[in-house]
């Protein structure tokens, strides 16, 4: 058995939230009606207490999920479910164009090899490949981390200008994971700059203590950084060598995906 330098918590199994289950049953009847219903048609097929269903409703709506006609006062389903199904679809593509290229990079490396996404100031895991190793880095799919610690979410991040970034990071402090973390948006932006001129990121024990990584960009047809790729280690197997070679092979990994993904420098 395998042992991680890092995990996430296990999480136990929960008894079913009638708030949730409730705002599903919603959506689904809806999906049933697509010329809408209105807050007491829903209560009449769902048969849930006209104030919870209103506040369930309200939320529904002001979370993108329904739209409500103020003349008729009917509740159709919003374009975001199809929004949702169409990134999930996408996702599933590119771990499917992703996989080979990644299990080349873990067999090369012999470390960790990951797929992440940025989903506003977080990288949200996809993909990975695991070490070969018995001690290596863990990082499960579905995990989410704090993209300025990461050399994921660094790379990411470049792609934005500085309007986006002031309004992903409204203030100057940013969280601190471990004592090397950026803490700062103006170190942040420095740190970026770096990046663009480099075309990869580093993560020297910045999103976890004793864990080095280095990441590159997977861009689409347009130029932009859909995803990023990475090799993370333990820090004491990480020689000198390996962060030149590893660079390299990561580079070569995501440039590779990229013209895949049409994207030609």
Known sequence: MKRAVSMSKTKSKHQVVKSAARALDILELLVKFPSGLTLTDVADHLHIPFSSLHNLMSTLQERGYLTRDDG?????????LIQLAAAHHS?????????????RVSRLTAETTSLAVRQDSAVVFIHKRAAQDFVQVVNPVGARVAAHATGLGKVMLA?????????????EQLLRLTPATIT?????????????????????????????????????????SVAALSVAAPLFRVKDTNRTDWREIVKDGAEEISRTLGFFA
């Open 72 to 80: 008729t006062s009917v509740y159709h389903l919003s374009s975001k």
């Open 91 to 103: 996702q599933h593509d590119l771990v499917s164009i992703a996989d080979p290229v990644m299990e």
């Open 159 to 171: 792609d934005l200008d500085e309007i986006e970034l002031d309004r992903l990071y409204p203030s």
């Open 184 to 224: 700062t948006k103006r170190e942040l932006k420095e740190a970026l700059r770096r990046v663009r001129e480099d075309g990869y990121a580093i993560d020297n024990a910045e999103s976890h203590e004793g864990v080095w990584a280095v990441a590159a960009p997977l861009r689409n047809a347009k130029g932009r």
